[in-house]
C-alpha cells in the first residue's frame, strides 16, 4: 500500500506520522528505504546528480512512472545516463521540488516509485 506523506521540512520527511532525517526511496509495495546516494556521490562527488547505478539502483520491474523530490529547492537533477536508462525502461519521471513532488505523490495512482531529497 502506497504510504502517505505528512509533511517535510528543511533536512526531513515524515511519512505515515513517522519522521526520517535522510534522502528516501518509496518502492511499488510501499517499503520505504535510505536512499543509497554514494551510488551516485562515488561518480560526481555530490548526490544532486543522480547516476546510471544510482537509476538501476531505483528502479523496478513494473514501475511506470518515478516521481523525484529534488530537495527543497531543487537541486536534483538527472545525469544523462540515467535519464536515457529510465527512458528505455519507459518510466515516465517527474522531478519537482520536494514539497511539490509530495503532493503529486500522495495525488498519484499506480505503479509508481518516488525518491525524496530532503534537503537544498
Known amino acids: 500500500m502506497k ?3 505528512n509533511a517535510t521540512s528543511f533536512g526531513s520527511i515524515t511519512v505515515r506520522r513517522k519522521n526520517f532525517d535522510y534522502d528516501i526511496l518509496i518502492r511499488l509495495d510501499g517499503q520505504i528505504e535510505k536512499r543509497r546516494k554514494k551510488l551516485s556521490k562515488e561518480i560526481y562527488g555530490t548526490s544532486h546528480k543522480i547516476s546510471l547505478a544510482e537509476a538501476e539502483y531505483i528502479y523496478e520491474e513494473g514501475t511506470r512512472k518515478i516521481i523525484i523530490g529534488t530537495g527543497q529547492i531543487g ?9 536515457k536508462f529510465f527512458k528505455e525502461k519507459n518510466i515516465k519521471t517527474k522531478l519537482l521540488p520536494t514539497p511539490e513532488a509530495i503532493k503529486l505523490w500522495n495525488k498519484s495512482k499506480g505503479k509508481t516509485i518516488a525518491m525524496f531529497h530532503i534537503t537544498c
Not at 75 to 83: D, E, G, H, N
Open 3 to 5: 504510504p502517505k506523506i
Open 75 to 83: 537541486f536534483v537533477k538527472l545525469s544523462k545516463k540515467a535519464r
